[in-house]
């Protein structure tokens, strides 16, 4: 817990003495920021479930702090992390994350961020569990405009496990690849309602023991709420 409290702290710090080592070259130090919220409901096992996603920074062109998460209900997970511009683009990141509600493990964490060809919004992360656990998880989504205001946007994340791990239901490679399309109404950038369809599927032995619990090794749910963005 040391390493994760000082990794904390790393990403904390970084960006405002990056920033100050920015302004030696740039007078007018300008800060930008963004935030994109997403809260919703939806029908999972007959019952109404919220949830939530974020994604925001803080920083200048080359340097930035984000915050991430997700979650529904008791459960999710939030990170912090210290971002740099390596590339046009590209950022590289790294921080820490710390689960909540079933899991409460804590995590190093490292990655990329940016635009893949054909704008492909893409995101790689590296986790570094506190008992020592590896896992890594890739995303990637698109935006199709369909009107002016009407978007629809897929996407495909998927997830690896290095090592099993039976309290969780997580075998090792592979562990589950989920596909969704949001279609948005945006009435603003600032506020747009939308429908989800989300489709998330075990994989190789993490689906194998959801099956030994006789558990379903595939989900299919719809979800409707409303995109901020501040």
């Known amino acids: 817990m040391t390493i994760i409290k000082g990794a904390a702290l790393l990403a904390l710090l970084m960006p405002v003495v990056a920033h ?25 096992d007959g019952q109404d ?23 529904e209900d008791r459960n999710g997970d939030l990170s ?57 998880r890739l995303r990637q989504s698109n935006e199709w405009l369909l009107t002016n205001r009407l978007i629809a946007e897929p996407s495909l994340a998927i997830d690896y496990n290095a090592r099993e791990d039976r309290a969780l239901g997580l075998g090792t ?9 949001q279609v948005r109404y945006e009435f603003s950038r600032r506020f747009a309602p939308y429908v989800e369809l989300r489709h ?14 006789g558990e379903e090794p595939s989900e299919n749910r719809v979800s409707v709420g409303i ?3 501040f």
């Open 20 to 44: 100050a080592q920015d302004r030696a070259h740039d007078h007018t130090g300008t800060i930008y920021h963004a935030v994109r919220l997403e809260t919703g409901i939806a029908r999972h």
């Open 49 to 71: 479930v919220g949830q939530w996603d974020i994604d925001g920074w803080v920083g200048g062109d080359r340097h930035k702090l984000w915050v991430k998460g997700e979650g």
């Open 80 to 136: 912090l992390l210290y971002s740099r511009n390596v590339a046009t683009f590209w950022d590289a990141q790294i921080g820490v994350r710390q689960d909540f509600g079933d899991s409460d493990h804590a995590y190093l964490s490292a990655g990329i961020n940016g635009l893949a060809p054909y704008f492909f919004e893409t995101e790689a992360r590296v986790f570094l569990r506190d008992d020592g656990a590896i896992s890594a």
């Open 173 to 181: 490679g592979l562990t589950q690849a989920e596909v969704a399309i």
């Open 200 to 213: 998330a599927q075990k994989l190789g032995s993490t689906r194998d023991m959801a099956e030994s619990k």
């Open 227 to 229: 995109r901020w963005l």
